[in-house]
Nanobody
C-alpha cells in the first residue's frame, strides 16, 4: 500500500510564501512523475506543476516565476515553494505521483488527501 501525505498548507497574506511538502511511503519500487494540482471551490482541479524523475519541469502559466517544484528522490518527497502568493492561489492543493510498487509492475497514479492554502488580500 502506498500513501502520499501533504503538509505545509495554511493561511497567509497576499505576497507571502508557503512551502508544501508531500512524502510518499509504502511498498514503493520506483516513482516517475510527481506533481501538484489544486482545486478551488466551484472550479475544476488543475495542474500547478509537475516534475519528472528526469527532465524538465512543467508549470501552469498562472504560477510561472512564482512557484518552484522540486523533489528529493532519496526521501520520495516532492516540494512546492510558493512565493508572492495571490488570493487567486487559494485552493486545496493535492500532490500526486506515478508509482510502481514492489507488488505490481505497472505504473499507477496516487493522490494525497490535500492541504488547504488560503491567501488573504
Amino acid at each position: 500500500q502506498v500513501r502520499l501525505v501533504e503538509s505545509g498548507g495554511g493561511l497567509v497574506q497576499a505576497g507571502e510564501s508557503l512551502r508544501l511538502s508531500c512524502a510518499a511511503s509504502g511498498s514503493i519500487f520506483s516513482i516517475n512523475n510527481m506533481g501538484w494540482h489544486r482545486q478551488a471551490p466551484g472550479k475544476q482541479r488543475e495542474l500547478v506543476a509537475r516534475i519528472p524523475s528526469g527532465g524538465d519541469t512543467t508549470y501552469a502559466d498562472s504560477v510561472k516565476g512564482r512557484f518552484t517544484i522540486s523533489r528529493d528522490n532519496a526521501k520520495n518527497t516532492v516540494y512546492l515553494q510558493m512565493n508572492s502568493l495571490k488570493p487567486e492561489d487559494a485552493a486545496v492543493y493535492y500532490c500526486n505521483a506515478e508509482i510502481r510498487t514492489t507488488r505490481r509492475p505497472s505504473w499507477r497514479p496516487y493522490w494525497g488527501q490535500g492541504t488547504q492554502v488560503t491567501v488573504s488580500s
